[in-house]
């Protein structure tokens, strides 16, 4: 038997006025995804334990299976794991965003504009995070490029006394009450307000402004967190795992958790991504050894903060046809059993901009049992119509893999 989760990151929603008054995954023309629910297990389950914040690290780490009220040490240091940053006990690491924000002249005036500055290349990124370590690393604060507009910042000896608001959580609001708070936060904003100096008058933002592009303004610091000490997942589960994604977090949660991490070419975690890539990357590890595949696909979250349901519903429908039917199609053909799970991580609301805690749908589908299903099509509204609830969202690897 191979295991198979297909994580549409922020797929679920609330009614969307364009679609008039119904979902994403009400509006999205997703067969594939829907034969499997009517033949499968279909549910609920809350993936953000109460008092937590519904991130995406958080929640990707409950449907992993890890509980997060004992393992979760803040969501920079699993990035800091991707990346390659050897972390000592002493460090505390933030997420490090490459942001627009608008021109007033007093900082605490501005607003945000764009969490990901025009979604920047890594590429033009990794040039602007140089300049700003030039600039402000010291013997205590170290900067180190990422992926897209996300980075990470280290500070030894630094506290996680600190409330910090993720950018996307703030779109076209005053960053007035959201700046830095608690220990330390002197020196973080005394960095985010610098960088913007540094930035300014950046070759690569003089360029993208010459081409109708969002400029990196600003760097944004959030996410703090120190070490992290996960449970080997092979020695939890008895499976050897293998995580295809293109977000440092989710690289990051697969080695802590000494999964194997996957580079796919052209994985951009968003919608011009290389979907097949990933796909095809996903067979590949289950045929080349891996019993269990963790697909991880950032676009519907990235088009849920960008207040786009058109691109949204585009997101869910490709990896309908592109990631979850390739698999189907090409597991049945050399007749491997398998059972595949298929939901988000949380909810990213199109007329909120950001995640929430409630409870996602999700599917289990087993190729061996196809006869004893919902008889529902995969929507939130259907969840909930079939009674069957996960309190506790880390349990649900355990019924997935039928432990």
């Known amino acids: 038997m191979k295991y198979i989760v297909i994580l549409g990151d922020g797929m679920a929603d609330y009614p969307v006025d364009e679609f008039g008054g119904k979902t994403i995954l009400e509006a999205a023309d997703k067969p594939v995804i829907d034969d499997m629910c009517r033949r499968g297990e ?72 764009d969490y990901s500055a025009g979604e920047i290349s890594t590429e033009e990124a990794a040039e602007l995070i140089k300049a700003v370590a030039a600039e402000l690393d010291t013997d205590k604060i170290k900067f180190y490029p990422g992926i897209s507009y996300r980075h990470l910042t280290v500070w030894d000896g630094g506290s996680t006394n600190v409330d910090l608001t993720p950018p996307h959580d703030i779109s076209d609001k005053k960053i007035t009450e959201h700046l830095p708070k608690g220990d330390g936060a002197d020196t973080l904003l005394e960095m985010m307000k610098k960088s913007e100096s540094i930035l300014k008058n950046h070759p690569v933002n003089k360029k993208r402004v010459a081409e109708g592009k969002n400029p990196a303004t600003s760097i944004w610091v959030w996410g703090e967190g120190t070490k992290p000490q996960l449970e080997n997942f092979e020695e939890r589960f008895g499976l050897r795992g293998s995580v295809i994604s293109a977000v440092d977090l989710i690289k990051g949660i697969a080695k802590c958790a000494g999964m194997e991490s996957i580079d796919v070419e052209g994985a951009t975690g968003n919608c011009d991504t290389n979907w097949e890539g990933k796909a095809k990357a996903a067979l590949d590890a289950l045929l080349g050894g891996s019993d269990f ?66 409870p996602v749908p999700y599917v289990i589908f087993d190729s061996t049992k196809t006869d004893c299903g919902s008889g529902l099509d995969y929507t939130e509204e259907n969840g909930k119509k079939t009674g069957i609830y996960i309190e506790q969202g880390y349990t649900l690897m355990n019924r997935f893999l039928e432990k």
């Open 42 to 113: 279909l549910g609920m389950v809350k993936t953000v334990q109460d008092g937590m914040k519904p991130g995406s690290d958080v929640a990707n780490l409950s449907v992993m299976g890890y509980d997060t009220k004992k393992c979760y040490s803040g969501r920079s240091p699993l990035e800091a794991a991707s990346i390659g940053v050897p972390l000592r006990d002493s460090d505390v690491t933030f997420r490090c965003n490459l942001v627009t924000l608008s021109d007033e002249e007093n900082y605490e005036d501005k607003t945000m504009l």
């Open 293 to 358: 595949v963790y697909v991880h696909m950032e676009a519907p979250d990235e088009m849920g903060h960008q207040g786009q349901p058109e691109k949204k519903k585009f997101s869910v429908e490709t990896i309908d046809q592109k990631v979850v039917k390739f698999l189907r199609d090409n597991l049945e053909e050399r007749g491997i059993d398998y059972r595949m799970l298929i939901m988000p991580d949380h909810p990213t609301p199109i007329k909120l901009k950001t995640h929430v805690s409630d």
